[in-house]
Protein backbone atom coordinates (compact mmCIF):
# COMPACT_ATOMS: atom_id res chain seq x y z
CA UNK A 1 0.00 0.00 0.00
CA UNK A 2 1.38 3.65 -1.43
CA UNK A 3 1.97 5.49 1.88
CA UNK A 4 3.74 8.08 3.57
CA UNK A 5 4.44 7.35 7.58
CA UNK A 6 5.01 9.86 10.22
CA UNK A 7 6.01 9.29 14.33
CA UNK A 8 5.25 10.34 16.78
CA UNK A 9 1.45 11.17 15.66
CA UNK A 10 1.51 12.94 19.05
CA UNK A 11 4.61 14.19 21.65
CA UNK A 12 4.05 16.46 23.92
CA UNK A 13 8.01 17.81 25.22
CA UNK A 14 9.50 20.45 26.86
CA UNK A 15 11.66 23.70 25.99
CA UNK A 16 15.13 22.68 24.76
CA UNK A 17 15.03 18.84 24.24
CA UNK A 18 15.82 17.88 21.07
CA UNK A 19 13.38 16.03 19.24
CA UNK A 20 13.14 14.28 15.94
CA UNK A 21 9.95 13.42 14.05
CA UNK A 22 10.33 10.38 11.47
CA UNK A 23 8.98 10.53 7.97
CA UNK A 24 8.66 7.65 5.35
CA UNK A 25 7.56 6.82 2.18
CA UNK A 26 7.57 3.82 0.14
CA UNK A 27 6.86 5.00 -3.50
CA UNK A 28 9.56 6.31 -4.45
CA UNK A 29 8.87 9.49 -4.53
CA UNK A 30 11.72 12.36 -5.39
CA UNK A 31 10.29 15.10 -3.30
CA UNK A 32 9.47 15.70 0.27
CA UNK A 33 8.55 18.11 2.34
CA UNK A 34 7.35 19.11 5.74
CA UNK A 35 4.43 21.67 6.35
CA UNK A 36 3.44 22.94 9.67
CA UNK A 37 -0.56 24.00 10.12
CA UNK A 38 -1.52 26.82 12.34
CA UNK A 39 -5.23 27.95 13.30
CA UNK A 40 -5.88 30.62 10.32
CA UNK A 41 -2.62 29.91 8.23
CA UNK A 42 -3.24 27.25 6.79
CA UNK A 43 -0.07 24.53 5.57
CA UNK A 44 3.09 26.56 5.60
CA UNK A 45 6.14 24.89 4.18
CA UNK A 46 9.21 24.41 6.42
CA UNK A 47 11.44 22.64 4.43
CA UNK A 48 11.49 20.35 1.36
CA UNK A 49 13.55 18.31 -0.81
CA UNK A 50 13.95 17.46 -4.59
CA UNK A 51 16.04 14.39 -3.87
CA UNK A 52 18.75 12.58 -1.76
CA UNK A 53 21.29 15.23 -0.50
CA UNK A 54 19.27 17.97 -1.67
CA UNK A 55 17.37 19.94 0.91
CA UNK A 56 15.97 23.33 0.88
CA UNK A 57 13.65 26.39 2.83
CA UNK A 58 10.62 26.83 2.70
CA UNK A 59 8.58 29.35 3.99
CA UNK A 60 9.16 28.84 7.70
CA UNK A 61 12.28 27.26 8.20
CA UNK A 62 14.03 28.61 11.61
CA UNK A 63 13.80 26.11 14.19
CA UNK A 64 14.19 23.02 12.24
CA UNK A 65 16.60 21.17 10.56
CA UNK A 66 15.99 18.17 8.07
CA UNK A 67 18.18 15.78 6.30
CA UNK A 68 17.91 13.63 2.89
CA UNK A 69 20.04 10.82 3.30
CA UNK A 70 17.76 8.36 1.79
CA UNK A 71 15.40 8.38 -0.61
CA UNK A 72 12.97 7.30 1.70
CA UNK A 73 13.21 9.14 4.53
CA UNK A 74 13.03 12.99 5.84
CA UNK A 75 13.17 13.39 9.05
CA UNK A 76 12.09 16.33 10.82
CA UNK A 77 14.52 17.79 13.43
CA UNK A 78 14.01 20.33 16.74
CA UNK A 79 17.76 21.28 18.24
CA UNK A 80 16.03 23.58 20.76
CA UNK A 81 12.21 23.23 20.51
CA UNK A 82 10.44 26.61 22.10
CA UNK A 83 6.86 26.63 22.68
CA UNK A 84 5.71 28.42 19.32
CA UNK A 85 6.54 25.18 17.50
CA UNK A 86 3.62 23.96 19.16
CA UNK A 87 1.57 22.70 15.80
CA UNK A 88 0.45 20.62 13.82
CA UNK A 89 3.08 18.88 11.69
CA UNK A 90 2.69 16.78 8.09
CA UNK A 91 5.26 15.43 5.91
CA UNK A 92 4.24 14.91 2.29
CA UNK A 93 5.84 13.07 -0.91
CA UNK A 94 5.08 13.30 -4.86
CA UNK A 95 6.28 13.07 -7.90
CA UNK A 96 7.61 16.01 -9.45
CA UNK A 97 9.13 14.71 -12.94
CA UNK A 98 7.51 12.61 -15.72
CA UNK A 99 4.27 11.17 -14.02
CA UNK A 100 3.14 13.72 -11.71
CA UNK A 101 1.21 12.87 -8.72
CA UNK A 102 -0.82 14.31 -5.91
CA UNK A 103 1.34 14.89 -2.84
CA UNK A 104 0.82 12.21 -0.50
CA UNK A 105 0.49 13.12 3.30
CA UNK A 106 1.50 11.51 6.62
CA UNK A 107 -1.21 11.49 8.88
CA UNK A 108 0.13 14.23 10.90
CA UNK A 109 2.21 14.83 14.03
CA UNK A 110 0.57 16.80 16.61
CA UNK A 111 3.37 18.15 19.10
CA UNK A 112 3.27 20.28 21.92
CA UNK A 113 6.46 22.15 23.64
CA UNK A 114 5.79 23.15 27.55
CA UNK B 1 6.68 31.90 -9.59
CA UNK B 2 3.29 30.01 -8.39
CA UNK B 3 0.08 31.36 -6.18
CA UNK B 4 -3.10 29.95 -4.82
CA UNK B 5 -5.80 31.88 -3.56
CA UNK B 6 -8.72 30.14 -1.56
CA UNK B 7 -10.24 34.02 -0.72
CA UNK B 8 -13.12 32.15 1.47
CA UNK B 9 -11.50 31.65 5.07
CA UNK B 10 -14.94 29.87 6.73
CA UNK B 11 -18.02 29.03 4.79
CA UNK B 12 -21.26 28.04 6.75
CA UNK B 13 -24.13 26.85 6.05
CA UNK B 14 -27.39 24.48 6.49
CA UNK B 15 -27.36 20.96 5.93
CA UNK B 16 -28.92 20.56 1.99
CA UNK B 17 -27.67 23.75 0.74
CA UNK B 18 -25.55 23.80 -2.20
CA UNK B 19 -22.14 25.36 -1.33
CA UNK B 20 -19.03 26.60 -3.89
CA UNK B 21 -15.29 26.95 -2.84
CA UNK B 22 -13.45 28.65 -4.82
CA UNK B 23 -9.99 28.82 -6.14
CA UNK B 24 -7.98 30.81 -8.22
CA UNK B 25 -3.99 30.18 -9.21
CA UNK B 26 -1.28 31.78 -10.64
CA UNK B 27 0.96 30.30 -13.14
CA UNK B 28 3.15 31.32 -16.32
CA UNK B 29 2.90 27.48 -17.07
CA UNK B 30 0.79 25.74 -20.21
CA UNK B 31 1.29 22.52 -18.71
CA UNK B 32 0.23 22.50 -14.13
CA UNK B 33 -1.81 20.62 -12.64
CA UNK B 34 -4.42 21.45 -9.80
CA UNK B 35 -5.93 19.45 -7.02
CA UNK B 36 -8.24 19.33 -3.98
CA UNK B 37 -7.54 18.03 -0.61
CA UNK B 38 -9.93 17.88 2.64
CA UNK B 39 -9.32 17.73 5.84
CA UNK B 40 -11.76 16.38 8.23
CA UNK B 41 -11.77 17.07 12.27
CA UNK B 42 -9.73 14.13 12.55
CA UNK B 43 -6.59 16.23 10.76
CA UNK B 44 -5.46 13.78 7.99
CA UNK B 45 -5.27 15.22 4.55
CA UNK B 46 -7.70 12.97 2.52
CA UNK B 47 -7.14 13.61 -1.63
CA UNK B 48 -10.40 14.54 -3.72
CA UNK B 49 -9.56 15.18 -7.25
CA UNK B 50 -6.16 15.99 -9.72
CA UNK B 51 -6.72 17.90 -12.79
CA UNK B 52 -4.04 18.58 -15.46
CA UNK B 53 -4.31 22.02 -17.62
CA UNK B 54 -4.98 20.67 -20.73
CA UNK B 55 -8.20 19.10 -19.16
CA UNK B 56 -11.34 21.80 -19.00
CA UNK B 57 -13.62 19.12 -18.59
CA UNK B 58 -15.77 19.65 -15.63
CA UNK B 59 -15.82 16.65 -13.15
CA UNK B 60 -18.37 15.50 -10.80
CA UNK B 61 -18.23 12.95 -8.18
CA UNK B 62 -21.55 12.67 -6.09
CA UNK B 63 -22.06 15.60 -5.14
CA UNK B 64 -18.50 17.25 -5.70
CA UNK B 65 -18.01 18.55 -8.88
CA UNK B 66 -15.22 20.55 -9.97
CA UNK B 67 -15.28 23.51 -12.85
CA UNK B 68 -11.81 24.42 -14.15
CA UNK B 69 -12.23 27.12 -15.65
CA UNK B 70 -8.74 28.29 -17.38
CA UNK B 71 -10.19 31.89 -19.10
CA UNK B 72 -10.10 32.68 -15.12
CA UNK B 73 -7.41 30.98 -13.84
CA UNK B 74 -9.87 29.11 -11.26
CA UNK B 75 -10.57 25.80 -10.32
CA UNK B 76 -13.69 25.88 -8.30
CA UNK B 77 -15.33 22.87 -6.29
CA UNK B 78 -19.08 22.83 -5.80
CA UNK B 79 -20.69 20.49 -2.84
CA UNK B 80 -24.40 19.89 -3.79
CA UNK B 81 -26.98 19.37 -0.89
CA UNK B 82 -24.05 19.08 1.50
CA UNK B 83 -23.85 17.23 4.92
CA UNK B 84 -22.93 17.31 8.10
CA UNK B 85 -19.94 14.82 7.12
CA UNK B 86 -18.89 17.54 4.93
CA UNK B 87 -18.05 19.73 7.83
CA UNK B 88 -14.20 19.62 7.26
CA UNK B 89 -11.18 22.58 5.09
CA UNK B 90 -10.54 22.23 2.08
CA UNK B 91 -7.41 22.94 0.30
CA UNK B 92 -6.67 23.95 -3.32
CA UNK B 93 -3.28 23.12 -4.69
CA UNK B 94 -0.90 23.63 -7.69
CA UNK B 95 1.79 22.20 -9.55
CA UNK B 96 3.67 23.48 -12.15
CA UNK B 97 7.32 23.65 -13.63
CA UNK B 98 8.79 26.45 -12.07
CA UNK B 99 12.23 25.62 -11.21
CA UNK B 100 11.81 22.68 -13.32
CA UNK B 101 9.93 20.07 -11.38
CA UNK B 102 6.25 20.13 -10.01
CA UNK B 103 6.71 21.25 -6.65
CA UNK B 104 2.90 21.60 -5.18
CA UNK B 105 1.84 24.66 -3.84
CA UNK B 106 -0.93 24.71 -0.91
CA UNK B 107 -3.86 27.58 -0.90
CA UNK B 108 -4.51 28.73 3.03
CA UNK B 109 -7.79 26.97 2.67
CA UNK B 110 -11.41 27.25 3.65
CA UNK B 111 -13.51 25.78 6.38
CA UNK B 112 -16.63 24.68 5.74
CA UNK B 113 -19.05 24.07 8.45
CA UNK B 114 -22.49 22.39 8.00
CA UNK B 115 -24.93 22.63 10.56
CA UNK B 116 -27.74 20.47 10.83
Known amino acids: EAQVTQNPRYLITVTGKKLTVTCSQN?????MSWYRQDPGLGLRQIYY???????DKGDVPEGYKVSRKEKRNFPLILESPSPNQTSLYFC?????????????FGQGTRLTVV | AQKVTQAQTEISVVEKEDVTLDCVYE???????LFWYKQPPSGELVFLIRRNSFDEQNEISGRYSWNFQKSTSSFNFTITASQVVDSAVYFC?????????????FGRGTSLIVHP
Open chain 1, 49 to 55: SMNVEVT
Open chain 2, 93 to 105: ALSDSSGGSYIPT
Open chain 2, 27 to 33: TRDTTYY
Open chain 1, 27 to 31: MNHEY
Open chain 1, 92 to 104: ASSRITGRITEAF
